[in-house]
C-alpha cells in the first residue's frame, strides 16, 4: 500500500497532520493577537525608556560633532602639557563656527559639567569673538590666555580630550565618585567629594531598615487579621487600608505636623515627664523621621500579603502541634512560621523595592541625612538639568533593584512568592 493511501485524510481531503499544523499556526497568531496589546504597552511604557535612558547615560556625540577640528588635531597631543599651536587654533574655528550659528552656550553648559569653571571661560572667549578682538593671523595660543587664564591651564584641555569618544561610561564612573584621568586610566575624586558612595550605602541602610521595621510590625498584624473574627478582622483591616486612600502628601505633611520639636509627639513625651521641655529630641530633617514616616506609608505592602498567606493556615495545625507535646513558642516556630515564609518573602522584597527608590518622604522629612540617592536623581533632573547623569544614576538604582531580585531569587525562590 502506498504511503499516500495510508494518510488519514479530512472532510475536505486535506492530511490531517496539515490540518493539524495549520490548526496549530491559528490558534498561536489569535494567541499572539491577544497578548500584543500588553506587549506594545510594555515596549511603549517600559523597554523604550529604559532604552532612551541607556542611550542618553552613554552618548557623547554632542561635542564630539561641535568640535570635529579640535579632536582631530588632538590625536597627537598626549595630555600631559600645553597643547601645541594647532589645537588652539583648531578649537578657536570650531567655536567661532558654533558661535555663528548660536550653538556656544550648549558647548560651555557640557564642558562645565566635565570641569568647573568652562562655561565662563567661553563666555570671555565668546565676547572676544564677537568684539573682533582676536587677530586670526597671530598667535591663537598666545591671545586666548589672554582672553582667561584657565586656557593657559593643562587640565581644561585634558578635560576637552575626556570628551572626545562618541559613547562613555563617565556618567557610571561619576555615580561612584570616579572618573577618568587625563592618561585614561579610572581614579577617585577627592575625598570630601565623595558624595555619590554616600548616598548608595545610606539608601541601602535605609530601604533596609525600613523593611525590617515593616516585618517586626506587619507579622502580628497580620496574624491578627488572620485569626480574629470577621467583624473585628474587618475593621482593622480597614485601619491597615486608610492610607491607602490617603494622599502621599497629606501623610508626608502629617508626620511633618507630628515629629517637630513642637509637635504632638514632643508635646506628649514632654508631658508624661519623658524629655525636658528644652531638651527636645530631633525627629524631622534626619533619617528618624525618614524611618517613621516611611515605615507607616510602606506598612500595608507588608502586612497584605502576609494576611493572604496566612489566612490560607488551618488553625488545626497549631492545635496539632501542641498536642504532640510542643509549646506555643515550639509550635509557631516549627509549624506556623515556616508556612509563612512565602508571605515574608513578598512582603520583605516589595517593601525593599519600594523603599530602594523612594522619593517624596525623604525629600520632604529626610533633610540633609535622610536623603537618598533617588532625591540625587531628583535633583540633576530639575536643577542641574545633567540628565544623562541622572540616567545613568537611574539604571544603576535599576540594576541594583534586579540584583537584588536575582539574590532572593537564588536564596528562596521567586516560585515561593505568594502575593494573595
Request: glycine share 6%; with cysteine.
Amino acid at each position: 500500500m502506498s504511503s499516500e493511501a495510508k494518510q488519514i485524510l479530512t472532510t475536505d481531503g486535506i492530511p490531517l497532520e496539515v490540518s493539524l499544523k495549520k490548526a496549530e499556526r491559528k490558534n498561536k497568531v489569535k494567541a499572539f493577537l491577544l497578548v500584543a496589546p500588553l506587549l506594545l504597552f510594555l515596549v511603549i511604557t517600559y523597554i523604550f525608556p529604559i532604552g532612551e535612558m541607556f542611550t542618553r547615560s552613554i552618548d557623547d556625540k554632542m561635542i564630539t560633532n561641535m568640535l570635529p577640528k579640535t579632536f582631530k588635531e588632538m590625536e597627537n597631543w598626549d595630555g600631559q602639557e600645553l597643547p601645541p599651536e594647532e589645537v588652539f587654533s583648531a578649537f578657536y574655528y570650531d567655536y567661532k563656527a558654533l558661535v555663528e550659528k548660536q550653538e556656544h552656550g550648549k558647548l560651555g553648559q557640557r564642558l562645565n559639567k566635565e570641569k568647573n569653571g568652562f562655561n565662563s571661560t567661553t563666555k570671555r572667549l565668546f565676547r572676544n569673538i564677537k568684539r573682533k578682538k582676536i587677530d586670526e593671523s597671530a598667535s591663537f595660543k598666545e591671545q586666548m590666555m589672554k582672553v582667561h587664564k584657565n586656557w593657559g591651564k593643562v587640565e581644561y584641555w585634558q578635560a576637552i580630550k575626556r570628551t572626545a569618544p562618541p559613547y562613555t561610561l563617565a556618567k557610571y564612573l561619576k555615580g561612584m565618585d570616579m572618573y577618568y584621568a587625563a592618561d585614561g586610566s579610572i581614579a577617585q575624586v577627592d575625598e570630601d567629594r565623595r558624595i555619590h558612595r554616600i548616598l548608595w550605602l545610606r539608601t541601602l541602610e535605609i530601604a533596609f531598615f525600613v523593611t525590617l521595621f515593616c516585618f517586626a510590625m506587619g507579622y502580628p498584624i497580620a496574624h491578627l487579621l488572620a485569626t480574629l473574627p470577621m467583624k473585628y478582622s474587618n475593621l482593622l483591616m480597614i485601619c491597615v487600608l486608610l492610607p491607602f486612600w490617603t494622599s502621599l502628601l497629606v501623610r508626608t505633611a502629617s508626620w511633618m505636623i507630628l515629629l517637630q520639636q513642637q509637635g504632638v509627639v514632643n508635646d506628649f513625651f514632654v508631658m508624661i515627664g519623658l524629655v525636658a521641655d528644652d531638651n527636645r529630641p530631633e525627629m524631622m530633617y534626619n533619617k528618624v523621621g525618614t524611618y517613621v514616616a516611611m515605615t507607616q506609608i510602606l506598612l500595608p505592602f507588608m502586612v497584605l500579603p502576609l494576611y493572604s498567606v496566612m489566612k490560607t493556615i488551618s488553625p488545626s495545625l497549631m492545635r496539632a502541634g501542641k498536642s504532640l507535646g510542643g509549646t506555643p513558642f515550639v509550635a509557631f516556630w516549627k509549624v506556623y512560621f515556616p508556612l509563612t515564609i512565602p508571605g515574608i518573602g513578598a512582603g520583605c522584597l516589595l517593601v525593599f523595592i519600594l523603599a530602594i527608590g523612594y522619593y517624596i518622604t525623604p525629600a520632604l522629612v529626610g533633610g540633609a541625612s535622610g536623603t537618598l540617592i533617588s532625591n540625587q536623581i531628583a535633583y540633576h533632573m530639575k536643577t542641574t538639568l545633567d540628565w544623562s547623569f541622572a540616567s545613568a544614576m537611574g539604571l544603576m538604582l535599576l540594576t541594583g533593584v534586579l540584583v537584588v531580585y536575582w539574590i532572593y531569587n537564588k536564596l528562596v525562590g521567586v516560585d515561593n512568592i505568594k502575593l494573595g
